[in-house]
């Protein structure tokens, strides 16, 4: 992944199509804050007329002081010029961190979104903590540059062409020399381009390297602590810290030798206008305030020379950050048509089914299966088997399987499976999926406008009422991530109620009684074949008690889909 990564951004960077595509992405993203954004750029622009206004009056003041004349009106004018260059200077940075700050996160909420339309199996080979980064810093390195980099270089460049034309009303030959620093500018930046965008790619992956451990650590702190691995994670951590710092190191370094270079070149101008206004004014060719603008507007005009030179890497900084966002948005999307098909009497077939995660490792072959409407069909088979993966291929979390899974209701219509189809299906996963919040919070994702009655009927569905009602704040009871603060056969019973308050005419339970003793899961089960209106329903368990509950039942094994009447000792087999 990493040298692939690499290797795609240098492409990107070499090949014109895809720089196209980068900025016809980058385009593509800033279309919506044009107007704020040539707000920003006009205000910068205005910011390097008051400068030149700046120098000329100084001009004028020093000269008009040489020859005697009064000069109280220039120290006037030249305040008033200042005082305004604050106020558009403050009004600028008012400006650009609420332009910044909107835009960075309309980037954000974009690729935030296609992270959630991403096909799962797809998405879920990227650690959260790399797309964490890839979600705050690196889309804040692109935002930041939209926002800040393109409207300073555009900015720069203006400020270089006037700044070169009004020195050149003065002096030609200064004019020039003055812009002799761009050359050292140009191959210094070029230089550093090539490297920057190596480097800048390397320390966004070191840096999600670093976060994915600490969150990864965090959110099983209880591990580490059980098995007393706090100075091994610390160390750990600081091993990546390092592996960080080297990258850190290398593009500061590279960063530092090319400023030095630059400010030489600068200073060698700067000391060359000084020496040549001096020269002038002892051969009174020039006047002091001849050599005031002249040493202001040098200034000004390598100033901005040199700031353009050093946008060069972070503008590759942006394009290299660009390109780990652009790579999320190059997986397959998921097509969420809505479904067409009436709901009554659902069942689903499963015809010529192959699957594997990985080639030549099938999970599936050519299995099938009728699940019919309204039964309840529990799925057993031994561990790592693939019932699991059914379930995600019945919800079309890949696409990537061959044979057809087909939903089909009393009246003969028929619907292949597709994300859509999770409207109509409940799913009730494996091991703890609440999310921190309340319980009703937590219930309410299965259906936000849900009243009070239906959560408590979800919660009596789950054998989950007695408990919660019990609880301080009852069902106002704040839970922690994953469930915190509560059992886990609470917790399971609380994501039943979930999914049961959802009423989907289709619902799938993947070990979902596991942590309940048999008391509370006869409950649950009495619940669930009582629920109005009635699901078809698939159960994965291992359970005796929940295969009584079913009407028949499906065992996985030799990567096909059997129906058998199992035999108690089979069924732990
Ligand atoms: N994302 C994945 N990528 C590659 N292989 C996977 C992935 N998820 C699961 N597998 C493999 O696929 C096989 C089936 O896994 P699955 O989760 O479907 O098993 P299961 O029958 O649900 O097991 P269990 O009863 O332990 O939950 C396992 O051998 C597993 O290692
Ligand atoms: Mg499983």
Known sequence: MEIQTINKIRNMIKNKDAQKEYIKWLAAYSKPFIPQLALIFLFDTLLSFTNIGLALVGKEMVDRATNGSGVK???????AVMFSSLVVTALYQLIAAVVYEKFGFGIRKRVYRRILDTNWLDITKYHTGDLMTRLTSDVAAVAGGIAETIPTIIRLIVQVVITFFTLAFFDWRLAMLALAVAPVAAVVSWLLGRKVKYLTVKV?????????????SLANILIVKSFRTEDYSEKHLTELRDERLHWVLKKTRMGVAASSVMSLAFQIGYVTAFAWGVIGISNKTLTFGTMTVFLSLVNQIQGPIMSLAEMIPKVVTILASAGRIIELQELPEEVKSATNIKTEGLGLKVNDLSFAYVKDEPIFEKAEIDFKPGEFTAIVGRSGIGKTTLIRLIMAFTNRFHGDIEFYNKYGETESTN???????????????????????NICFGGVKASDREIEEALRGAAAYDFVQELPDGIDTKIGEKGYGISEGQAQRIAIARALLKKAPFLILDEATASLDPETELMVLDGLRNWNPRPTCLLISH?????????????????????EKLEPEQIFA
């Open 419 to 441: 994300a859509g189809v999770r409207e109509f299906i409940s799913y009730v996963p494996q091991g703890n999926t609440l999310f921190s919040g309340t319980i009703r919070d």
């Open 543 to 563: 359970r005796m008690s929940v295969l009584k509950y079913c009407d028949s039942e499906i065992r996985i094994k030799d990567h096909k889909l059997i129906t």
């Open 204 to 216: 966004q992956e070191t840096e999600s390297a670093y976060r994915s451990f600490m969150q990864e």
């Open 73 to 79: 009106n220039y120290i006037l004018m030249y305040m």
